[in-house]
């Protein structure tokens, strides 16, 4: 059957109406059911048994008869990627390799499995499909592969680890790879290789992409070292290279681990100065994250030479901003040196501003995003128009947007001789037909009388020596109430929301009436200081980010003493994730460690 007949209008009703059945098949199976676990918090040889492992074993060496992929490969490649019946050590098991064969291996049958493309595009393929028959993911905890065909979040690592974990069981050489964290925001990815036939390892996301000769689409542009999950011991990790008591940071505190990062991102060796005392065999380098309690998570190590009073740290990504630290056997984190930025040369380029010490204002806690202000550059030329025709024949310019909108709220007053109208329109330009404009309101002035209006949201007061004052004329019109359109993006109240899809806004009243100006913000990600909102000030000192102000802000800024040259971390507690530390330069202005 041609695929263009699957468009046909009776087949789609024919397959809706199969989806369909199948859901309500399947709720009243799981309502019924209690949820599968079988898998073990203990040793895998507690309650594997041998049937199972002879069977799972028999059946990969028949892939090395059959397959010349699998018959390239070396002994230890083989071992290490094809043979484990585990793709993440200590990961919950629910199913074993002879239920993934079972699942997948027939979907696969009439491509060549040599192509490690086709066979990860098919299973993306085959996963998507079933995704359409199964209804939202109702469990609560883990069932097994079968999860990845319900809609709803699925967390990267299951992800990661049955798709490895199902390619292996067909033949196809895979690993799990993940990344310590990343440079600017909280979190890690979980994702895939696999080996193609000249021996490269291609990174791909299981479901939703595909692996490519080049690695091209595989963005690296923001991660730390990236680390494989392997089946052997792997002798040079910190596992293995600590002294007797040596604290070793969770991360790194398996014996599984490879540091993989060359094969995605350039990476240097690095020797750095190291005169602490201690028996520690180990250093590390950090990078600052604002998820989790430390601030900071180490990313790769290197091996102490306490006769030459220096450290070498193998794989090292340059263009990251590091923080270089050792750790007491109880885990406290201290530094042995100050915390640097590695240019694209591999440069150490230190970052130590020699600011003052008086009162400093703060307005952000994370720069702003170069996308964003793009966005933002892009709205200069639109119009503000306002008619008493619908259709807008004729209509007047009564505003423009001249310069660049900051990320906050502010006000593009309006030519009114010719008013009232009854229509207004903000219209964007030909070139860039998109209102990337997170929040709009109409203002007009109190004393006109107009029953359709409410409080208009304040202006920012940026500084200490800012002259605004709320202006109590100023209202906002409503050509319908709040609560009726608040479902639309520049009325949500949302600064990360905005109806760029669309080139106009239009603002319909019963009747003519005056729009003296037009308050707006830019789409932009709300991370300047919020009023209301409590914050955290810290100043790295000696390894550890110690605490020097908690305050709820009263306005849009923050004024604070701090230390000179020191380097802060502002914590929002009320609200947001994006956060990065920043210096202070002479003239006062925060200067992030990535602009």
Not at 165 to 193: D, M, T, W
């Amino acid at each position: 059957m041609a695929t263009d007949s699957f468009h046909n209008e009776n087949i789609q009703k024919l397959i809706d109406s199969v989806r369909i059945g199948f859901r309500i098949q399947n709720d009243v199976r799981v309502s019924e059911q209690s949820v599968k676990i079988f898998w073990k918090e203990d040793y895998d040889f507690n309650w594997i048994t041998a049937k199972q492992l002879i069977n799972h074993i028999d059946h990969v060496f028949e892939w090395k008869r059959q397959m010349n992929s699998v018959r390239r490969l070396s002994t230890e490649d083989f071992y290490e990627y094809v043979l484990p019946y585990r793709s993440i050590p200590d990961n919950s098991l629910t199913d074993f390799s002879d239920i993934y064969f079972a699942f997948m291996d027939k979907y696969l049958k009439d491509i060549d499995k040599d192509s490690v493309q086709n066979v990860v595009q098919r299973y993306n393929f085959v996963i998507n499909q079933l995704c359409k028959f199964f209804p939202l993911y109702p469990y609560e905890e883990e069932i097994g592969y079968q999860e990845l065909f319900f809609y709803g979040f699925h967390d990267c690592i299951p992800i990661a680890s049955y798709g490895v974990s199902i390619l292996r069981a067909c033949g196809i050489p895979a690993a799990v790879e993940f990344n310590a964290c990343y440079k600017q925001f909280q979190g890690r990815h979980y994702h895939g290789v696999v080996l193609d036939k000249n021996g490269n390892w291609l990174a791909f996301n299981p479901e939703s992409s595909i692996p490519t000769s080049d690695n091209s689409s595989f963005d690296t542009k923001d991660i730390l070292n990236i680390y494989r999950f392997m089946f052997s011991e792997q002798k040079d990790t910190p596992f293995f290279m600590e002294k007797n008591g040596e604290y070793v940071p969770d991360i790194f505190d398996s014996p599984f681990l490879k540091d993989v990062t060359s094969h995605l991102l350039k990476t240097i060796p690095l020797i750095l100065p190291y005169r602490e005392t201690g028996n520690n065999n180990l250093a590390y380098l950090a990078a600052f994250n604002s998820g989790v309690p430390s601030g900071i998570i180490p990313v790769t190590w290197g091996k102490i030479n306490r006769t030459k009073q220096n450290v070498t740290f193998s794989f090292v990504i340059p263009d990251r901003y590091y923080f270089p630290v050792y750790y007491s056997p109880f885990g406290k984190s201290f530094s042995f040196g100050e915390p640097f930025y590695l240019d694209k040369g591999g440069k150490i380029i230190k970052s130590h501003i020699e600011g003052k010490a008086d009162d400093v204002t703060l307005l952000r806690k994370f720069p702003m995003k170069q996308g964003l202000v793009d966005k933002a550059v892009k709205l200069i030329g639109t119009v503000i128009q306002a008619s008493n025709d619908p259709g807008f024949q004729p209509c007047d310019t009564v505003g423009i947007i001249a310069d660049t909108l900051q990320p906050y709220f502010q006000d593009i007053k309006l030519d009114m001789n010719k008013g009232p109208y009854q229509y207004y329109q903000i219209k964007t330009t030909d070139e860039y037909p998109h209102v990337a404009l997170s929040e709009l309101e109409f203002i007009t002035d109190i004393r006109y009388g107009y029953e359709n209006v409410i409080a208009a949201s304040p202006l920012p007061i940026l500084s200490s020596g800012d002259t605004l004052s709320e202006d109590k004329t100023e209202v906002r019109l409503m050509d319908e109430p709040l609560e009726r359109i608040k479902w639309k993006s520049e009325y949500d109240g949302n600064p990360q929301t905005s109806p760029e899809l669309y080139p106009t806004i239009r603002f319909m009243l019963k009747k003519p009436q005056f729009v003296t100006k037009i308050r707006m913000m830019p789409l932009n990600a709300d991370n300047g200081i919020i009023a209301g909102n409590q914050y955290e000030l810290f100043c790295w000192n000696n390894g550890e980010w110690k605490k020097i102000l908690s305050e709820r802000a009263r306005y849009n800024y923050i004024t604070v003493s701090i230390p000179s040259g020191s380097l802060l971390w502002l914590r929002n507690l009320t609200g947001g994730k994006e956060e990065l530390p920043f210096y202070v330069d002479s003239d006062g202005l925060q200067k992030f460690i990535y602009p």
